[in-house]
């Protein structure tokens, strides 16, 4: 879709669209955003401003945030019995350099699930959900940690999912979307060879839309 971010795993899925955009000059309204270079402060810095036809990202978070060295570099999950905790909240604690979420030099994960508030109406309104599909639309999304912890990688892409409010398209293909640290195969519909971030649940996560 117009004004895409698409985030993608790696050299062999990466450098062939960047060499379109950069040499033939195609479709640069897309920014291209290779995860592994996601966990440094200095490529979340480049999304942070315009290139070619593409705006700046969204972050609640700053690039101090995100500053290499930094707490956020890999945040724990630590098990404080919290069943799960809203996502533009933790975002926001962690800007606030919340005292409680401070693990030795770290920051950490209070819960291993993270939740996203939706306005259905609003993200319907928007004329983003397929057709067909408004019965998928879920009050609030849950993504799930697979692993211990949240690389910045993770953070990043939480960030922007949270800040942007479905006003720009995001997209995982294949590889990063088995790179990141989280579940969001029940939030995903494949178009083409590129899986579209929805607020909706599917009802097969096994099974592609």
């Not at 004004?3 to 291209?32: C, H, K, P, S």
């Not at 700053?62 to 290499?68: A, H, L, T, V």
């Not at 019995?81 to 693990?103: C, E, F, G, T, V």
Request: no cysteine; aromatic share 12%; glycine share 4%.
């Amino acid at each position: 879709a117009p004004n895409a971010i698409l985030f993608t795993g790696g050299d062999n899925d990466t450098f062939m669209l960047w060499y379109a955009q950069e040499v033939e000059g195609f479709r640069t309204d897309v920014r291209v955003v290779v995860l592994s270079y996601y966990n440094t402060d200095w490529y979340i810095d480049q999304t942070m401003r315009k290139a070619y036809q593409s705006e700046p990202f969204p972050y609640t978070l700053s690039i101090k945030d995100y500053q290499q060295g930094g707490p956020n570099d890999y945040l724990r999950f630590s098990d404080l019995k919290i069943k799960a905790i809203d996502l533009k909240q933790y975002l926001s604690l962690l800007h606030k350099n919340y005292p409680q979420l401070r693990y030795d030099d770290s920051n950490i994960v209070p819960s291993k699930i993270l939740t996203l508030d939706i306005n259905k109406k609003e993200v319907i309104a928007k004329g983003i959900i397929p057709k067909g599909m408004d019965s998928l639309v879920v009050d609030r999304m849950q993504f799930r940690l697979t692993k211990g912890a949240l690389e910045k990688k993770d953070l990043a892409f939480l960030d922007v999912l949270a800040t942007n409010n479905w006003e720009r398209p995001m997209y995982l293909n294949h590889t990063s979307k088995s790179q990141l640290n989280i579940d969001i195969d029940d939030n995903v519909v494949l178009e083409g060879n590129a899986y579209r971030i929805l607020p909706i649940k599917k009802p097969n996560p096994d099974k592609d839309l």
